[in-house]
């Protein structure tokens, strides 16, 4: 599958990326809640190429 993958010129990747997370909520240049989780999971699959690259 990576060699067709290469060959038709597919790009794609998928990272996990574990730890902690903060989310905050801002109002007028003013954070008014925050809230924090110590085991946080993000995932971010990226398919084709990136726009930088294509001609």
């Given at each position: 599958?990576?060699?067709f993958a290469?060959?038709?010129?597919?790009?794609?990747?998928?990272?996990?990326?574990?730890?902690?997370?903060?989310?905050?909520?801002?109002?007028?240049?003013?954070?008014?809640?925050?809230?924090?989780?110590?085991?946080?999971?993000?995932?971010?699959?990226?398919?084709?190429?990136?726009?930088?690259?294509?001609?």
């Open positions: 599958m990576r060699i290469k060959f038709i010129g597919f790009e794609g990747s998928y990272l996990r990326f574990e730890g902690t997370a903060t989310l905050e909520k801002i109002k007028n240049c003013v954070v008014i809640e925050s809230v924090t989780e110590d085991s946080a999971v993000w995932e971010l699959m990226c398919l084709g190429k990136a726009d930088a690259d294509r001609k």
